[in-house]
């Protein structure tokens, strides 16, 4: 199984799919903490598209629900996340 860092990923994402189509599983890594595994998909005969329903409104016409009124400073938050993952 290949390993690859998220940065160098997302340079040579291309090429990485392709090893990924022709049956490699990529190991994602965040420095040398695996996050994720890219696998090929097993059975494409079951992936279908399907057709939005009769009467279905667009997607940029679908109304978004309202902002939750919440107090807080997302910045302050932001940042003591980044202070407990270093």
């Known amino acids: 199984m290949k390993q690859v860092r998220i940065a160098e990923l997302k340079s040579h994402l291309s ?3 392709r ?3 022709g049956g490699q ?8 903490t695996p996050v994720a595994h890219i696998v090929p998909i097993r059975d494409k005969a079951n992936l279908k598209i399907r057709m ?3 009467g279905s409104p667009p997607v940029n016409r ?3 629900p309202r902002p939750l009124k919440i107090k807080l400073d ?9 202070q407990l993952h270093r």
């Open 62 to 64: 679908v109304p978004l």
């Open 25 to 32: 599983t990529i190991a994602v890594l965040d420095r040398e």
């Open 74 to 82: 997302v910045v302050e938050l932001l940042l003591e996340e980044r």
């Open 19 to 21: 090893a990924v189509r």
């Open 52 to 54: 939005p329903q009769s």
């Open 15 to 17: 090429e990485y799919l």
